[in-house]
């Protein structure tokens, strides 16, 4: 993390605990952050650093946050440099726990934890998977990756919002695949990264959040409820059992639109004469369709992408007013795919159409950017 911070320019000041020397050494976090490292407040104190380095600071991060530490941050406590750093700082604060399941579980650190999020803090949901020991479960340090990335989303957004807390959101992401034989499918490009940036920020602002995942090679993001489905009915029905109770549905999945009549359960073999079997298809059901005309919980806001080129009979946004129309969503986000790919690019572009006539351009930026765009135009919608 510290790399990847340095390595984007950011002028980063390393403030270990006593506890986190024991794991790695100050010379090492001197060497790579390129400044003199402490973990009292009695070093260079000509400098005031237990007051300076968090008035400085554009940005907190705590990474990875024992129980102990949040604990102490929740009640003032403040008996060394990071502690004092975290009652000077008037910048936003991240949190990113570490620890066994039992420990995340307590209540007093699931009360800790409330307080610190109470008080504007943004405190990560742990990652599932490999603990210390031999145990697997909740508690486990996110991806130093993930973790860069919701640092970067905070610094760039200068705060921490937490406008979608108590508020259960679905997203679906990546694309379906239509088997024609066991080893043989229909499939598209789409790499689900817009669907996981959404899930990201969405657990950002503090929603619950279910990532409904078809075929995406990406990591999970920590504190997501992950469903995993390959084809689009498989999909249908996954995101119509999460839909109902959400708040907010996102379709940002690119679920196939037809898939084979048969799915031969044998490999399909060439013919000896050279010819190629038809493939006879069928049209798969509108999940965003259904969606919004069921309406699964009163008030639930439902969003649509489509991903447009124009064409004789309309510009982009002409066609994508009409898509909004037949598709009766809230929301709809516009790709203008004429110029070149989306699919799989970290960078995109877009505009968000209102079903109440609204047009909300969005700068090319990253999806992660773009995400938090979707939600500014979700959240003054919820019920
Ligand atoms: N979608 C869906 N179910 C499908 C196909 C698409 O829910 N079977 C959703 C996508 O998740 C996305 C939006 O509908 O939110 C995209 O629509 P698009 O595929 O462009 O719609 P089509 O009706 O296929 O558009 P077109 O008529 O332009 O092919």
């Known amino acids: 993390m510290l790399r990847r911070l340095k390595?984007?320019?950011?002028?980063?000041?390393?403030?270990?605990?006593?506890?986190a020397l024991e794991f790695v050494g100050?010379?090492?976090?001197?060497?790579?952050?390129?400044?003199?490292?402490?973990?009292?407040?009695?070093?260079?104190?000509?400098?005031?650093?237990?007051?300076?380095?968090?008035?400085?600071a554009d940005l907190v991060l705590v990474a990875p946050a024992t129980a102990d530490l949040m604990a102490k941050a929740a009640h003032g406590l403040a008996d060394d440099l990071l502690t004092n750093t975290l009652l000077t700082a008037?910048?936003?604060?991240?949190?990113?726990?570490?620890?066994?399941?039992?420990?995340?579980?307590?209540?007093?650190t699931q009360a800790n934890v409330a307080v610190l999020r109470t008080r504007g803090a943004l405190v990560m949901e742990p990652a599932e998977g490999r603990l210390t020991g031999k145990d697997t479960g909740k508690g486990r340090l996110p991806e130093p990756l993930e973790i860069f990335e919701l640092a970067q989303d905070v610094l760039s957004r200068g705060t921490v919002s937490s406008d979608l807390a108590g508020r259960h959101v679905v997203v679906s992401a990546g694309g379906t695949r239509e088997f024609l034989d066991p080893v043989r499918f229909l499939g598209n490009r789409s790499s689900g990264r817009q669907g996981i940036a959404l899930a990201q920020a969405a657990l950002a602002r503090g929603a619950e959040v279910t990532l409904v995942a078809a075929n995406v090679a990406l990591p999970q993001p920590a504190g997501a409820h992950v469903v995993e489905v390959t084809t689009t009915e498989e999909l249908r029905v996954a995101v119509l059992k999460a839909a109902a109770g959400a708040d907010a549905v996102v379709m940002a999945a690119a679920p196939a639109d037809f898939r084979p009549v048969h799915s031969e359960t044998a490999k399909i073999k060439k013919a000896p004469d050279g010819s190629a079997p038809a493939i006879e298809l069928v049209q798969n059901p509108d999940i965003l369709k259904q969606l919004a005309a069921e309406r699964l919980q009163p008030g639930?806001?439902?969003?649509?992408?489509?991903?447009?080129?124009?064409?004789?009979?309309g510009s982009?946004?002409?066609?994508?007013?009409?898509?909004?129309?037949?598709?009766?969503?809230d929301l709809l986000v516009v790709n203008d795919v004429s110029g070149g790919a989306v699919f799989g690019s970290t960078d995109n572009e877009a505009v968000i159409l209102g079903a109440d006539?609204?047009?909300?351009?969005?700068?090319?930026?990253?999806?992660?950017?773009?995400?938090?765009?979707?939600?500014?135009?979700?959240?003054?919608?919820?019920?």
Request: glycine share 6%.
């Open 300 to 313: 639930q806001v439902v969003v649509g992408f489509a991903a447009e080129t124009g064409d004789t009979t």
């Open 26 to 56: 100050a010379p090492t976090w001197a060497a790579l952050s390129g400044k003199a490292v402490a973990s009292d407040v009695w070093s260079s104190v000509h400098e005031v650093p237990h007051v300076r380095i968090g008035q400085e």
């Open 7 to 19: 390595e984007s320019g950011h002028d980063v000041t390393v403030v270990p605990t006593a506890s």
């Open 316 to 329: 982009v946004l002409d066609l994508a007013r009409a898509k909004l129309a037949r598709k009766g969503c």
């Open 90 to 108: 008037r910048c936003p604060v991240v949190f990113v726990p570490a620890m066994h399941t039992e420990m995340w579980e307590h209540p007093a």
């Open 357 to 383: 006539g609204s047009e909300t351009p969005v700068p090319r930026g990253a999806k992660s950017q773009i995400a938090h765009a979707i939600w500014d135009q979700v959240v003054p919608r919820l019920a």
